[in-house]
């Protein structure tokens, strides 16, 4: 507590004690809420949530799996748009190029509809428990993880954050605490500065490889036309990682393009999408699966993993799969 009132920076084995003590119950709400707030308004480092990271993972429900490497598409949200579930449909058309993806993600938090509602609404059960789950991820390469089941620790700090009603470094552990343990990741921010945080963080935890970014118009995804920058995580190093709109042949697209309904709408829409509509979702889904490929080494550059996402698609390999994460997920 003296350290955070001082504004001073904690260790990372320190902020893993701290963050342990909190989602052990080891504090009053009142000693909770002071070191949220202390380090909300100091803003947190990268060994803070390397720390909270490891706390978490100690503490969360695992998934296991033969399978490896496996990638995530969940990044932290929290940036107000309603929009169409792009990482979602991303997570699912790059399955069905033949990534293994844990798709870790929750209800809706600061938009209409979060991943977890458009998979419900489309007829997926979001109430695995880690052995289904596996034996799912196992089967298909595709399992959709939600968080809440999966990280029973965070409900000790439940009533504090909604209390708060204010961002706290809580936000930003999820795409870093993936149940199945995945090791590639692209997790898109809407905040810039959480660009060197969350990549500073995976490599610090050992990430395999993984890309962190930012686009320019303000959102946590690729959009067609709209440059992004970033940092990719490679086996302990990091580089600057960037798109340009020349990097892929693709007309621009406008966000009032991608723009959600509700549950239902959006689970419509990505059943027209993954049955081969065209369009700007379909152009934003497959650039955003260019690079989930490329993170998970089955392509070498954005535009050969354009066309293997396109294939995926056209060919009926993504609604297969998504027809079979459905029917597993249901399965007694």
Same mark, same amino acid.
Request: proline fraction near 3%; hydrophobic fraction near 45%.
């Given at each position: 507590?003296?350290?955070?009132?001082?504004?001073?920076?904690?260790?990372?084995?320190?902020? +893993?004690?701290?963050f342990g003590?909190?989602?052990?119950?080891?504090a009053?709400e009142?000693?909770?809420?002071?070191?949220?707030?202390?380090i909300?308004?100091?803003?947190?480092?990268?060994?803070?949530i390397?720390?909270?990271v490891?706390?978490l993972?100690?503490?969360?429900?695992? *998934?296991?799996?033969?399978?490896?490497? *496996?990638?995530?598409?969940?990044?932290?949200?929290?940036?107000?748009?309603?929009?169409?579930?792009l990482?979602t449909?991303?997570?699912? *058309?790059?399955?069905?190029?033949?990534?293994c993806?844990?798709?870790?993600?929750?209800?809706?938090?600061?938009?209409?509809?979060?991943?977890a509602?458009?998979?419900?609404?489309?007829?997926?059960?979001?109430?695995?428990d880690p052995d289904?789950?596996?034996?799912?991820?196992?089967?298909?390469?595709?399992?959709?993880?939600?968080?809440?089941?999966?990280?029973p620790?965070?409900?000790?700090?439940?009533?504090?954050?909604?209390?708060?009603?204010?961002?706290?470094?809580?936000?930003?552990?999820?795409?870093?605490?993936?149940?199945?343990?995945?090791?590639r990741q692209?997790?898109?921010?809407?905040r810039p500065?959480?660009?060197?945080?969350?990549?500073?963080?995976?490599?610090?935890?050992?990430? !395999?490889?993984?890309?962190?970014f930012?686009?320019a118009?303000?959102?946590?995804?690729?959009?067609?036309?709209?440059?992004?920058?970033?940092?990719?995580?490679?086996?302990?190093?990091?580089?600057?990682?960037?798109?340009?709109?020349?990097?892929?042949?693709?007309?621009?697209?406008?966000?009032?393009?991608?723009?959600?309904?509700?549950?239902?709408?959006?689970?419509?829409?990505?059943?027209?999408?993954? +049955?081969?509509?065209?369009?700007?979702?379909?152009?934003?889904?497959?650039l955003?699966?260019?690079l989930?490929?490329?993170?998970a080494?089955l392509? !070498?550059?954005?535009?050969?993993?354009? +066309?293997?996402?396109?294939a995926a698609?056209? +060919?009926?390999?993504?609604?297969?799969?998504?027809?079979?994460?459905r029917?597993?997920?249901?399965?007694a």
């Open positions: 507590m003296k350290i955070v009132a001082a504004r001073r920076p904690l260790s990372r084995d320190l902020a +893993e004690r701290v003590d909190l989602m052990d119950g080891q009053t009142a000693q909770k809420g002071a070191i949220l707030i202390g909300a308004t100091r803003g947190e480092t990268s060994d803070e390397a720390g909270a490891s706390a993972r100690a503490r969360m429900r695992r *998934v296991s799996t033969s399978r490896a490497p *496996v990638l995530d598409t969940c990044g932290p949200g929290g940036i107000g748009r309603d929009m169409f579930n990482s449909a991303t997570a699912i *058309v790059a399955a069905g190029a033949g990534a993806v844990a798709k870790h993600g929750n209800r809706s938090i600061s938009s209409r509809v979060g991943s509602d458009v998979l419900a609404a489309a007829g997926v059960a979001i109430d695995l289904r789950a596996g034996r799912l991820l196992d089967e298909i390469g595709l399992v959709f993880l939600f968080a809440p089941a999966f990280h620790a965070m409900k000790e700090l439940g009533t504090v954050r909604r209390e708060l009603g204010v961002r706290t470094i809580f936000n930003s552990l999820g795409p870093l605490a993936n149940p199945a343990g995945a090791t692209m997790i898109g921010v809407g500065e959480l660009v060197r945080l969350l990549a500073e963080a995976l490599v610090t935890l050992g990430s !395999e490889r993984a890309v962190v930012h686009s118009n303000g959102l946590d995804e690729l959009i067609p036309g709209v440059p992004a920058s970033g940092i990719e995580v490679r086996e302990g190093w990091t580089r600057h990682w960037s798109y340009a709109p020349g990097d892929i042949a693709q007309a621009a697209v406008s966000a009032t393009e991608l723009a959600g309904g509700d549950a239902s709408s959006n689970a419509e829409m990505l059943r027209a999408l993954l +049955e081969g509509e065209k369009g700007p979702r379909r152009e934003a889904v497959l955003n699966a260019a989930a490929l490329v993170v080494d392509a !070498e550059r954005l535009d050969d993993g354009y +066309e293997m996402a396109g698609i056209d +060919e009926g390999r993504a609604l297969a799969t998504f027809e079979k994460l029917a597993g997920g249901t399965a």
